[in-house]
């Protein structure tokens, strides 16, 4: 499974987030990148948040006014299919290595979208871990930096490994 990072994005906390160029992974995510809710987001385990470019399309398709960056992801993939997202998964993003750890549910700042957009993202089956919900990983995955590294809009993204 390989890909492309279409966008890096940060914020200063909260939605949305801006594009940048380049950044540099850290353990504890992107510098220069903070949340609004650091007892929510963030940490070792959700340091980063990939959403793909596919899902937010489809999104703009049915109507919600959104962008790359606005639901809160730091790196917007394009190539990889959200449906065979894993927690476990390593990909190499560029110097960096990042792993899949969980799932994100969203959270009531995604309403300025449309009060719908957390139902068309995210639903029970998604949250029991069921992987044949057609919602799944719409709202994105978080992961932890296993090596850090710096990363650039437009670098390669791909599956190094992937639990047994």
Known sequence: MTGTIVQISISHGGLPKRPVPE????????????????????????????ITAEGIDDLIGRGYPIYFGALGENLTTRGIDRRLLRTGQRFRVGFAVIELTKVRGPCS?????????????????????????????????????????LIRANDIITLESELA
């Not at 992974?25 to 992107?30: F, K, M, R």
């Not at 650091?38 to 980063?48: C, L, S």
């Not at 979208?113 to 998604?126: L, N, P, S």
């Open 109 to 149: 700042q995604l309403d300025v979208y449309g009060t719908g957009i957390k139902a068309e993202i995210y639903d029970d089956r998604v949250k029991s871990g069921d992987i044949t919900s057609p919602r799944w990983a719409m709202s994105g995955f978080y992961a932890a930096v296993v090596r850090t590294g």
């Open 23 to 50: 950044a540099v992974l850290t353990p504890l995510g992107l510098e220069g990148d903070s949340h609004a809710h650091p007892e929510i987001h963030g940490g070792p385990q959700k340091a980063v948040l990939l």
